[in-house]
């Protein structure tokens, strides 16, 4: 995601971090890269024009022009405003009021808001420990209520059921009330997709806000949105007393240009990024964390957390055990270690939050790994006999074209996987014996200059 | 699009869906056109209508051309009358958009398959609705492949939509998208149907995986039928900004695309886009909607869009 954006920029931060000095003329080029950059991400013009004009004058003010390193200093006031643009720090959901706490979901067609109401659900279930009931106002699409009955299933959690003929206040009153009575403590109503244009649809959206008192009405806003997105914004920003946006499908090679544009024009904190299709894909958008991706700094916080969350503890403490003893490492682990970076949403979703230059390497490197990848890599362990997979030293040939038949794939395959398995195993040795320094000597190399 | 029913220019139907053509880009014309009220012909105006065009989403490569071809052409014919400047403006864009118009003849196979593909949301699922009603108002039986076997009730979606007009749906519970089309161009021969559409699910462009999946059903049509798809469309939501673009790029290298949909361009969307694209990868508009009635979806002229962005 952000690619474009991004590769644009740390273009720009490359060439003027090695500036010694900076001039007027030097600072105007870049300030042009970065004007064209943020156009095409999408980022509104009025938006672009009053970004320029604040990192001219920080740039061209003392603080820059008197560093040791101007460069250096250059970016980061870029990195700083960019910081400021989306909003400076993360802003939660409030639901601390009288159970149950009501969220309202609206935005325009196709944006995604049933999606994200089913991933706001599960988030809420899942990591905060509530109850939530959802709901769909959705009265126009067709299937649009079957769709959040699906989602609401799959995330496991309790669907209040509507149909076509009802109207949107009654079904949302009606599913407040059962949640009272059944002791779900959030809300989530999803509504139909609507333009700000439509006064008759924004009236019910408005009658729907006074009908049920909503702690939290959130616009749901496609990062993939162009110019227009801040017309948006403000057209729904006056017809609704918005209290937080959730930017969705950033994980397309779009830019998030609205991003930037949304929380400058509405005012109102972004509290959420919806990346894929899976519900898993929700997480809290992080503006500092965000502005370092853009930069392309990576973003080795959000990768952490996200290792914390998809890692099961007492999986990783066996692992764990493994590892001091340096043995019993076997193909079997090997296998689990994939599920889990699968469970964090794939090798692509880990990439992503890397640093650009790091991204870049990994894509050149002569056997880039991808999600198929690893997928045949499973393939060809589930071939293996529980033997087999703890001594691997016992696939010989005729074991191997088995092996290889099971998981059809060619013999070269199943060589590579033992390979590489090798490989890792003697790693692990290494770090039985101490070798951790020498192995983080090795990877320094490739982990960002840490600030 | 459709040339053989094109509508002749002054029939009232065409009217109407000028008029809302107009509508929907009205937001645009009034920051483009808008410009050229003034008395003269100067830098202030060129660089109004540089920021103009980059609100409109024409993106920053189409803009530059677009200015600077236009004061080359002002400074070559020295108008010095802004109405006339609005005037070479329209002639620039018609100009830009005119290979982005293409006929295509349903009848040219039977049954006549049209693949659609897009990204998520830019609704797909809807626009093979209003396709449907178009090319049944002109005559042609049309079939329904729900070959979105993946978001949640798209396949209810799609289903109830022919239920409410009449046209026969071919669905699975489950299974594989490639496998449900193939089963509707087989019914459809079936049946002597004129039109298979078929749906797929929505992917962004990075998926990759996802996009190797749309290849495969290509494939899969192929087999079902000789020289079917006879037709690839993307689908693109006009409120997308340069991304559109990107899109574009990706099914086309992916599919081989023979054409574009166009949808929202209601009011609040900008329509620029659309000059983007014709710079850096013109592949043909077929339809264009303007709004949500069932209606409101058409082929696309280049005159009419070029009128109706800057008059």
Redesign the interface.
């Known amino acids: 995601?952000l690619e474009?954006l991004t590769q644009r920029l740390a273009k720009v931060v490359k060439t003027v971090r090695g500036e010694a000095r900076l001039t007027e003329s030097n600072v105007a080029d870049a300030l042009r890269e970065v004007r064209?950059a943020l156009?095409?991400?999408?980022v509104?013009?009025p938006v672009v024009r009053e970004f320029i004009a604040r990192v001219k004058e920080k740039a061209l003010g003392e603080e820059v022009v008197g560093s040791l390193t101007p460069g250096q200093a250059f970016v980061g006031v870029v990195h700083r405003e960019l910081v400021h643009l989306m909003g400076d720090a993360n802003e939660d959901l409030d639901l601390a009021v009288a159970p149950p706490a009501v969220v309202l979901m609206a935005g325009?067609?196709?944006?995604?808001k049933t999606?994200t109401t089913?991933k706001l659900a599960r988030l809420l279930k899942e990591e905060r420990r509530r109850k939530p009931l959802v709901v769909s106002c959705d009265v126009y699409?067709?299937?649009?209520i079957?769709?959040?009955?699906?989602?609401a299933a799959?995330a496991g959690v309790d669907f209040f059921p509507s149909h076509e003929g009802q109207k949107p206040a009654e079904i949302a009153l009606a599913a407040v009330d059962w949640a009272r009575k059944h002791y779900n403590d959030v809300v989530l109503v999803d509504t139909a997709g609507r333009?700000?244009?439509d006064e008759a649809m924004m009236a019910e959206i408005r009658e729907l806000h006074a009908a049920v008192h909503p702690v939290e009405t959130l616009f749901v806003v496609?990062s993939?949105?162009?110019?227009?997105?801040v017309?948006?914004a403000r057209?729904f920003n006056e017809a609704l007393p918005l209290t937080g946006v959730v930017l969705t499908?950033l994980?397309?090679?779009?830019?998030g240009?609205?991003a930037l544009s949304v929380r400058q024009v509405t005012g109102k904190p972004i509290k959420f990024a919806g990346v894929g299709?899976k519900l898993g894909g929700l997480e809290p958008f992080h503006p500092e964390r965000m502005a370092s991706r853009i930069l392309g700094m990576g973003d080795i916080v959000s990768l952490v957390e996200e290792a914390k969350k998809g890692i099961d503890e007492a999986e990783a403490r066996k692992l764990a055990e493994k590892f001091k003893k340096g043995k019993g490492f076997d193909l079997e682990d090997f296998k689990a270690q994939i599920q889990q970076m699968k469970k964090m949403g794939g090798l692509?979703a880990l990439l992503d939050k890397l640093p650009a230059h790091v991204q870049q390497a990994a894509a050149q490197s002569p056997q880039a790994m991808?999600?198929?990848a690893l997928r045949r890599i499973e393939g060809i362990i589930n071939s293996m006999t529980p033997g087999e997979r703890a001594r691997p030293e016992l696939i010989k040939a005729s074991r191997k074209r088995r092996i290889a038949a099971g998981a059809g794939v060619p013999v070269q395959e199943v060589n590579r996987l033992l390979n590489q398995f090798g490989e890792m195993q003697k790693m692990m040795k290494q770090v039985q014996r101490g070798g951790v320094a020498k192995m983080m000597r090795a990877m320094k190399g490739v982990l960002p200059r840490m600030r | 699009m459709f040339g053989f029913l094109r509508k002749s220019k002054d029939s009232p139907e065409s009217a109407s869906w000028l008029a809302r053509l107009r509508e929907g880009l009205r937001r645009t014309r009034a920051s483009v056109g808008g410009l050229f009220g003034g008395a003269k012909v100067d830098e202030a105006l060129f660089e109004d209508l540089e920021a103009a065009l980059l609100q409109a989403d024409a993106g920053v490569e189409a803009t530059q051309a677009l200015v600077t071809a236009l004061r080359a052409r002002a400074r070559r014919e020295r108008i010095e009358d802004p109405a006339a400047l609005q005037k070479a403006l329209e002639a620039e864009l018609e100009a830009l958009l005119a290979p982005l118009e293409r006929d295509v003849d349903p009848r040219a196979a039977k049954p006549f398959v049209i693949m659609i593909a897009g990204v998520n949301g830019a609704g797909k699922t809807t626009s093979i609705g209003k396709i449907a009603k178009f090319l049944r108002t002109e005559g042609f039986s049309v079939l329904l492949a729900a070959g979105d076997t993946f978001r949640a009730a798209a396949r209810e979606q799609l289903v109830a939509w022919g239920e409410r007009n009449g046209v026969p749906v071919i669905a699975q519970e489950g299974g594989d998208a490639a496998a449900v089309i193939f089963d509707a161009i087989q019914a459809a021969r079936a049946r002597g149907i004129d039109v298979v559409l078929a749906d797929t699910a929505g992917r962004l462009p990075t998926q990759l995986h996802l996009m190797e999946e749309l290849k495969k059903v290509k494939r899969v049509i192929a087999k079902a039928q000789d020289g079917a798809p006879h037709e690839v469309w993307v689908v693109l939501d006009a409120n997308t900004g340069q991304n559109a673009l990107a899109q574009v790029k990706a099914f086309d290298d992916a599919l081989g695309l023979t054409g574009l949909i166009l949808t929202k361009l209601d009011g609040t969307a900008k329509g620029g886009v659309v000059a983007a694209i014709a710079r850096n990868r013109p592949v043909p508009l077929v339809f264009i909607g303007v709004g949500e009635g069932i209606d409101d979806l058409r082929p696309f002229v280049a005159a009419d869009f070029a009128r109706a962005l800057v008059e």
């Open positions: 995601m474009n064209v156009l095409e991400a999408d509104a013009l325009l067609q196709g944006s995604g999606t089913g699409r067709p299937a649009a079957a769709q959040l009955r699906t989602l799959q333009l700000a244009i496609d993939m949105q162009g110019q227009d997105a017309n948006v057209a499908k994980d397309g090679d779009a830019r240009g609205a299709e692509g991808d999600d198929r």
